[in-house]
C-alpha cells in the first residue's frame, strides 16, 4: 500500500490526526531555487521514498516550482504515482528490481536507469512489448560498490545497449553515477569523476551517443564545482537538511511536526514513568503525555537525549518512549491538555530540528525524517512565494 499522500483537503483530517507534520511547499521551493543558482546546472529534484516521507506529490510540485527541472525517484511504482497525479515532468527510475513494472513506466514516459546487461534485456524486452522506445540512462558504479554497473561489466552494458538501440528498443540518453563520499573535501570526488569521464568514452566508443553525464547529489553539489556536470540530483536539501553541517547555506526547514498535550499529571519525587520504571521523577511536579510513540517516528532511542517545546519552552521527554504515547517531565510548568507541542520546528526560534533529533539519535536526518509513521497527518502549507 501506498504510504498516506499529504492531506490538502479539509482541515478535519488535522484534527482528527494525534499529530500532524506541516509541509511548506515556499521552504521546498525556495531551498530548490537556491540549490539551483548556487550550481547554476538543472537541478532533479529526488523525491523518493514519498519524498522523504512528506509527500511526493507535494514535495515534487513544490521542487518544480521552485525550479527543478525534472524528478528522481526509486521505484517505477513512485513514478507512475508521479503520473496519476498529472506530474508531467521528466522522471528518472534508478532501483528497478525483479518484477518492476518495466512497460507501465515506458508507457508513462519514465526513464529508466540501468546497470546491467540482463536488466538491458528486460527493459528492451519491455520496449517491444509496448511498442515503444524506452528512454535509458546507464548507471556506472565509480567506487561506491552499491549500486551501478562494475567497471568490468560496463564495456558489456554499453554494447548490449548498443544492440538494442539499433533494433529500435532504446534510446540511451545519459551515464551518470553516485558518490559513496559522505565528507565536505571536494578533492574526495575526483576519483570517481574520472572514472565517469572513462566510462563515458567507453560508451561513446560503443557508438552511444548519451547526451548527458550527472552524478551530485546534495553534497557533491554543493561542495564540488567539478561534480555538478549537466545536472545536480538534490534529496536532502530541498527539505532544508545542510549538506554541510559546519557551513549551512541556510537552507529553510520543509517539515514543521506538532502534536497536543493529551494529558498531564502530578507526580512525586522517585514516581517511575513508563515500561520497566526505567526513569524516576526527580522531584515533584508535572508529566504530559503524548499522543506519539515510536511508531509515528519517535524511536525508542530519543531517550534520554530528545526534548520537545510546550509554550515555547523545551521539557525533556521521560522514560521509555511506547509504540502510541510517550511522556514529557515538564516540572513545574503550566501545561494544559490540548497545548500544542512542536516535536521538529524552527532551530533558528530555538524549537528542536531534524539535525538536532539525528546527533541524539546517532543517525542522520534523512532517517529522522523518513521515520515519520503513517499516523501522522501530512498537511501541505499551500503558497509558493515569488
Ligand atoms: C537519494 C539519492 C539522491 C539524492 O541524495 P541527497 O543526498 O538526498 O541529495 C541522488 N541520487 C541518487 C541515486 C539517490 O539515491
Given at each position: 500500500?501506498?504510504?498516506?499522500?499529504?492531506?490538502?483537503?479539509?482541515?478535519?483530517?488535522?484534527?482528527?490526526?494525534?499529530?500532524?507534520?506541516?509541509?511548506?511547499?515556499?521552504?521546498?521551493?525556495?531551498?530548490?531555487?537556491?540549490?539551483?543558482?548556487?550550481?547554476?546546472?538543472?537541478?532533479?529534484?529526488?523525491?523518493?521514498?514519498?519524498?522523504?516521507?512528506?509527500?511526493?506529490?507535494?514535495?515534487?510540485?513544490?521542487?518544480?516550482?521552485?525550479?527543478?527541472?525534472?524528478?528522481?525517484?526509486?521505484?517505477?511504482?513512485?513514478?507512475?504515482?508521479?503520473?496519476?497525479?498529472?506530474?508531467?515532468?521528466?522522471?528518472?527510475?534508478?532501483?528497478?528490481?525483479?518484477?518492476?513494472?518495466?512497460?507501465?513506466?515506458?508507457?508513462?514516459?519514465?526513464?529508466?536507469?540501468?546497470?546491467?546487461?540482463?536488466?538491458?534485456?528486460?527493459?528492451?524486452?519491455?520496449?517491444?512489448?509496448?511498442?515503444?522506445?524506452?528512454?535509458?540512462?546507464?548507471?556506472?558504479?565509480?567506487?561506491?560498490?552499491?549500486?551501478?554497473?562494475?567497471?568490468?561489466?560496463?564495456?558489456?552494458?554499453?554494447?548490449?545497449?548498443?544492440?538494442?538501440?539499433?533494433?529500435?528498443?532504446?534510446?540511451?540518453?545519459?551515464?551518470?553515477?553516485?558518490?559513496?563520499?559522505?565528507?565536505?573535501?571536494?578533492?574526495?570526488?575526483?576519483?570517481?569523476?574520472?572514472?565517469?569521464?572513462?566510462?563515458?568514452?567507453?560508451?561513446?566508443?560503443?557508438?552511444?551517443?548519451?547526451?548527458?553525464?550527472?552524478?551530485?547529489?546534495?553534497?557533491?553539489?554543493?561542495?564540488?564545482?567539478?561534480?555538478?556536470?549537466?545536472?545536480?540530483?538534490?534529496?536532502?536539501?530541498?527539505?532544508?537538511?545542510?549538506?554541510?553541517?559546519?557551513?549551512?547555506?541556510?537552507?529553510?526547514?520543509?517539515?514543521?511536526?506538532?502534536?497536543?498535550?493529551?494529558?498531564?499529571?502530578?507526580?512525586?519525587?522517585?514516581?517511575?514513568?513508563?515500561?520497566?520504571?526505567?526513569?524516576?521523577?526527580?522531584?515533584?511536579?508535572?508529566?504530559?503525555?503524548?499522543?506519539?510513540?515510536?511508531?509515528?517516528?519517535?524511536?525508542?532511542?530519543?531517550?534520554?537525549?530528545?526534548?520537545?517545546?510546550?509554550?515555547?519552552?523545551?521539557?525533556?521527554?521521560?522514560g521509555a518512549v511506547s509504540m502510541d504515547q510517550c511522556v514529557?517531565?515538564?516540572?513545574?510548568?503550566?501545561?494544559?491538555?490540548?497545548?500544542?507541542?512542536?516535536?521538529?520546528?524552527?532551530?533558528?526560534?530555538?524549537?528542536?530540528?531534524?539535525?538536532?533529533?539525528?546527533?541524539?539519535?546517532?543517525?542522520?536526518?534523512?532517517?529522522?525524517?523518513?521515520?515519520?509513521?503513517?499516523?501522522?497527518?501530512?498537511?501541505?502549507?499551500?503558497?509558493?512565494?515569488?
Amino acid at each position: 500500500m501506498p504510504s498516506p499522500s499529504p492531506d490538502t483537503g479539509p482541515s478535519h483530517r488535522r484534527d482528527r490526526a494525534p499529530s500532524v507534520v506541516t509541509v511548506s511547499e515556499a521552504a521546498i521551493a525556495s531551498n530548490t531555487a537556491l540549490l539551483r543558482a548556487l550550481c547554476g546546472t538543472p537541478v532533479m529534484a529526488v523525491v523518493k521514498a514519498d519524498g522523504f516521507g512528506l509527500g511526493a506529490t507535494a514535495v515534487a510540485r513544490a521542487a518544480l516550482a521552485g525550479g527543478a527541472g525534472e524528478l528522481g525517484v526509486a521505484t517505477c511504482d513512485e513514478a507512475l504515482a508521479l503520473r496519476a497525479a498529472g506530474i508531467d515532468a521528466p522522471i528518472l527510475v534508478w532501483m528497478l528490481h525483479p518484477g518492476a513494472p518495466l512497460a507501465d513506466a515506458i508507457r508513462a514516459d519514465v526513464t529508466l536507469s540501468c546497470a546491467s546487461p540482463r536488466l538491458l534485456e528486460l527493459i528492451a524486452a519491455a520496449a517491444a512489448e509496448t511498442g515503444l522506445r524506452a528512454r535509458v540512462e546507464l548507471e556506472v558504479e565509480t567506487g561506491m560498490h552499491r549500486s551501478g554497473c562494475p567497471p568490468q561489466d560496463w564495456p558489456d552494458l554499453c554494447a548490449v545497449a548498443r544492440a538494442a538501440e539499433q533494433r529500435g528498443l532504446v534510446d540511451v540518453t545519459g551515464v551518470w553515477t553516485h558518490f559513496g563520499v559522505t565528507d565536505d573535501d571536494a578533492g574526495a570526488f575526483a576519483r570517481p569523476l574520472a572514472r565517469l569521464e572513462h566510462a563515458l568514452r567507453t560508451a561513446r566508443d560503443t557508438g552511444l551517443r548519451p547526451r548527458r553525464r550527472h552524478a551530485a547529489a546534495s553534497l557533491a553539489a554543493v561542495v564540488s564545482p567539478d561534480a555538478r556536470l549537466d545536472l545536480v540530483r538534490i534529496g536532502a536539501a530541498l527539505f532544508g537538511i545542510e549538506p554541510v553541517r559546519s557551513r549551512p547555506l541556510g537552507l529553510e526547514p520543509a517539515a514543521r511536526w506538532e502534536t497536543a498535550v493529551a494529558q498531564v499529571r502530578d507526580v512525586g519525587p522517585g514516581d517511575p514513568v513508563g515500561y520497566g520504571a526505567q526513569y524516576r521523577t526527580a522531584r515533584s511536579g508535572r508529566l504530559a503525555l503524548l499522543p506519539v510513540g515510536y511508531a509515528d517516528g519517535i524511536p525508542r532511542s530519543a531517550w534520554p537525549g530528545v526534548t520537545v517545546s510546550v509554550g515555547g519552552i523545551r521539557h525533556p521527554l521521560v522514560g521509555a518512549v511506547s509504540m502510541d504515547q510517550c511522556v514529557v517531565d515538564v516540572g513545574d510548568a503550566v501545561v494544559e491538555v490540548g497545548d500544542r507541542v512542536v516535536l521538529l520546528g524552527e532551530p533558528a526560534l530555538g524549537e528542536p530540528s531534524l539535525l538536532e533529533w539525528s546527533l541524539i539519535l546517532g543517525t542522520i536526518p534523512q532517517e529522522v525524517l523518513t521515520g515519520l509513521g503513517p499516523r501522522v497527518a501530512r498537511v501541505v502549507a499551500q503558497g509558493v512565494r515569488s
